[in-house]
């Protein structure tokens, strides 16, 4: 099956410093990559749509200027959490779309940030 | 806008029992329908889905999902489970397209014990 892939896996920071999530997808294009949040034992909360070579949209009460996303290509959206606070560790989930709108979504392994 | 409950947050459950994980939706427009299942600090895999057609699905080892539209509900049952399904059960829908943004519902942890 189809394959995306987050990196990093695990990372840790200090508080004030800006850390950059990458989710590739491996194996096809896509066009449309989704962000999503899990907070420890909870659901997971969408962020943010990440459409290739446009800005992202942002759901409703996500910071668009602490939570950058590029979507530069068609294999490869960023996440950069800026100035990052201990309130912002969380598991961090991407999903890739495969094809149009009707395409099969995959997830990423996600990324556990933790800031001290 | 909408929305997706689970009602059950935990189930344990003895191994090699049936199973059931309750998931009822909120929606003025029509949705597609998916399960997802998420081990310990990995990603999600999708389990099954809903997208037309008959309204039960099933996957490869063993579940199965029955889209009921009068009750809004796509509960996902498993007649007997395993040690190696112990893990947390998101259910989720999407609007307009199948590939849309999902919805997830609070998840559902199934512990399953020996």
């Known amino acids: 099956g189809a394959v995306v892939s987050q990196h990093p896996s695990r990372v840790i920071c200090k508080s004030g410093t800006s850390v950059k999530i990458e989710c590739r997808s491996l194996?096809?294009?896509?066009?449309?990559m989704f962000w999503y949040r899990q907070f420890p034992k909870q659901s997971l909360m969408l962020m943010a749509t990440s459409n290739e070579g446009s800005k992202a949209t942002y759901e409703q009460g996500v910071e668009k200027d602490k939570f950058l996303i590029n979507h530069a290509s068609l294999t490869l959206s960023t996440l950069t959490v800026t100035s990052a606070h201990p309130e912002d560790s969380s598991f961090y989930i991407c999903?890739?779309?495969?094809?149009?709108?009707?395409?099969?979504?995959?997830f990423g392994e996600g990324s556990r940030l933790t800031v001290l | 806008a909408q929305s997706v409950t689970q009602l059950d947050s935990q189930v344990p459950v003895f191994e090699e029992a049936p199973v059931e994980l309750r998931c009822n939706y909120s929606s003025s427009v029509s949705v597609y329908l998916f399960w997802y299942v998420q081990y310990p600090n990995q990603g999600l895999q999708l389990l099954l889905k809903y997208l037309s057609g008959s309204t039960l699905v099933k996957s490869i080892n063993g579940f199965e999902a029955e889209f009921n539209k009068s009750q809004t509900s796509f509960h996902l049952r498993k007649p007997s489970v395993h040690i190696s399904d112990t893990a947390e059960y998101f259910c989720a829908v999407s609007v307009g397209a199948a590939g849309n943004k999902l919805t997830f519902g609070g998840g559902t942890r199934v512990l399953v014990k020996p």
């Open positions: 999903s890739a779309r495969a094809g149009g709108a009707s395409g099969e979504l995959f």
């Open positions: 194996d096809f294009q896509a066009t449309t």
